[in-house]
Every structure is written in structure tokens, then in C-alpha cells.
């Protein structure tokens, strides 16, 4: 486990209602250890993504251990490749998974919980991909 | 040295997501390698999505499996979880 505390996730989604969802979720199965933030719709509260509320989820998400992005679909993916190709203020280090959404998310928390680096955050988000539930 | 350990617990309700969050979080501690078996179904104890995924519900013999150095005690803490965290109303 490092000094700098652990990985902080991300889950950027078209639904604000949808990326708080997942978050509950995440941070109940990672037993509340991890900050599982969400940066879900536009700013004014419809179906999008705000490059305003996704710096803002970054921020409080990063406790200097860095940060996993989860974006669901589409332009959710686009508008964190956009923040990202800015670059500025934004936590280090930083990775996007590409990964189921709600599994990737759980996924993600646990191994968030457990000490794991970012790399080893996003692998686990991943690799979920892999998992069957039925 | 690679020990082995094993113990069979019969679930008192369903393997839900909190509980099997908190069985990987506590199976990441450990060196040993451990599973979870039920009769049909078998999952890694360090995996939370493969833990959900062997669906396991009341009433169900669940066997815990470690290899490793620690696997006594591996098999001690999952098994005890297993049993507390099924308990109804938890």
C-alpha cells in the first residue's frame, strides 16, 4: 500500500443518474475504502458529458495515488480523450480502462481496495470483460 | 512449502455483491491461491466479479480450497466470512 493512499475511480457516464448509480454500487462492494466518484450528464443536467464535471470528479477522486476513468459509451469516451489531450491539472498518474461499465467498476473498486496501482486498477477493470455472470 | 486447506461451509442465505466484495478484499491478503467451489460451479476467491459469478444461495455447501504457504489461514478467514456474511438480515 503506498503512502499516497489509494486509486480514486472515475465513472464518466451519458447518465447522471447512471454513473451515481454505479458508484453506490462500486463503493458498497469495495466496502466504502475507495473514492468511487461519478461525473454523469451535461451541466445542465441532461443526457451528455461535461468536461466541467469530469475535472471535477478527477480532482476529488485523486487522493495522490492517481485515478481510473471509466467512460460507458461513445462521446463519454471522446470527451475524456479531449480532457486528456488538454492535459493541464489533471491528476497523475492517470489511466482510461476500457471495460464493461458496472463490471469494470466493481472490478476496479476491489482491486482499488486491495493496494493496487493504477495499472493494476485498470487491469482489473479490463478484465472484466471476461467475467461471466450467468 | 505448498500447503493445502480446505473447508465446506453451507450458506445460511445468498452470496450477495457487498459480501463477496468483502471475501475478495480479504482473499487479496493472502499469498495462497484460494477458491470457491459450489456443485456445479467453481470461482478464484481474489476475483469479486467470479466470486457473483458462481451465484451461490442459502442452503448451498460452498468448499473452500487454498494452496500455499498461508493456506490454513486463507481457508480460516474466507470460510469465516463466508459463514457471517450469508447470515440473514446481513
Given at each position: 500500500m503506498s503512502e499516497a493512499g489509494r486509486v480514486g475511480i472515475v465513472l464518466v457516464s451519458h447518465s447522471a443518474a447512471l454513473a451515481a448509480g454505479t458508484a453506490e454500487l462500486a463503493g458498497q462492494v469495495g466496502g466504502g475504502e475507495v473514492i468511487v466518484?461519478?461525473?454523469?450528464?451535461?451541466?445542465?443536467?441532461r443526457l451528455?458529458?461535461?468536461?466541467?464535471?469530469?475535472?471535477?470528479?478527477?480532482?476529488?477522486?485523486?487522493?495522490?495515488?492517481?485515478?481510473?476513468?471509466?467512460?460507458d459509451l461513445g462521446s463519454s469516451v471522446l470527451t475524456v480523450r479531449a480532457l486528456l489531450a488538454d492535459g493541464e491539472g489533471l491528476p497523475e498518474p492517470l489511466a482510461v480502462a476500457d471495460a464493461p461499465f458496472v463490471e469494470g467498476a466493481v472490478a476496479a473498486t476491489i482491486a482499488a481496495a486491495v493496494g493496487g496501482d493504477v495499472k493494476a486498477v485498470a487491469s482489473a477493470a479490463e478484465e472484466a470483460r471476461r467475467a461471466r455472470k450467468l | 512449502m505448498r500447503?493445502?486447506?480446505?473447508?465446506?461451509?453451507t450458506l445460511a442465505g445468498d452470496l450477495h455483491a457487498r459480501p463477496a466484495g468483502s471475501l475478495a478484499?480479504?482473499?487479496?491478503?493472502f499469498?495462497?491461491?484460494?477458491?470457491?467451489?459450489?456443485a456445479g460451479r467453481s470461482a478464484d476467491a481474489k476475483s469479486v466479479l467470479s466470486v457473483m459469478g458462481i451465484g451461490a444461495?442459502?442452503?448451498?455447501?460452498?468448499?473452500?480450497?487454498?494452496?500455499?504457504?498461508?493456506?490454513a489461514q486463507a481457508v480460516a478467514a474466507i470460510a469465516g466470512i463466508l459463514a457471517d456474511a450469508t447470515k440473514v438480515g446481513s
Open positions: 466518484m461519478p461525473a454523469g450528464g451535461t451541466d445542465d443536467g451528455g458529458t461535461s468536461i466541467a464535471k469530469i475535472r471535477h470528479a478527477l480532482a476529488a477522486a485523486d487522493s495522490g495515488a492517481g485515478v481510473v476513468v471509466l467512460p | 500447503a493445502s486447506s480446505e473447508a465446506s461451509i478484499i480479504a482473499a487479496a491478503k499469498e495462497s491461491s484460494i477458491e470457491l467451489a459450489t444461495t442459502s442452503g448451498q455447501v460452498v468448499t473452500v480450497r487454498a494452496i500455499g504457504p498461508d493456506a
